[in-house]
């Protein structure tokens, strides 16, 4: 059974930086891409980056020269550095990991972690 487990959460000061990782287990494929989606207070989640199994990198609009996302080369391990943080980036955030079977998308999901910027 794959499970997702995120670490590197916790406070920080706007403009400060934080490593969020995720590492997978109990697989035995490779993931077609491996995502960071977050979860504000009231609000939906949302995307925020992804990296494909091929090394392509997205980033949402808000989060884009901010973050930056990394995997190693059998996308057990995904890593999100976030630079220049502001107090809207403060959620809890999911670890993501996408594989695709005949066409259809199964999404795994770690338990979330919090990331709080605050003075």
């Known amino acids: 059974q794959v499970q997702l487990v995120e670490s590197g959460g916790g406070l920080v000061q706007p403009g400060g930086s934080l490593r969020l990782s995720c590492a997978a287990s109990?697989?035995?494929?490779?993931?077609?891409?491996r995502g960071w989606y977050r979860q504000a207070p009231g609000k939906q989640r949302e995307f925020v980056a992804s990296?494909?199994?091929?090394?392509?990198?997205f980033y949402a609009d808000s989060v884009k020269g901010r973050f930056t996302i990394a995997t190693d080369n059998a996308q057990n391990t995904v890593t999100l550095q976030m630079n220049n943080l502001r107090p809207e980036d403060t959620a809890v955030y999911y670890c993501?990991?996408?594989?695709?079977?005949?066409?259809?998308?199964?999404?795994?999901w770690g338990q979330g972690i919090q990331v709080t910027v605050s003075s």
């Open positions: 109990g697989s035995d494929f490779t993931f077609n891409a």
């Open positions: 993501n990991a996408a594989r695709i079977i005949s066409g259809v998308q199964n999404d795994y």
């Open positions: 990296i494909t199994r091929g090394g392509t990198s």
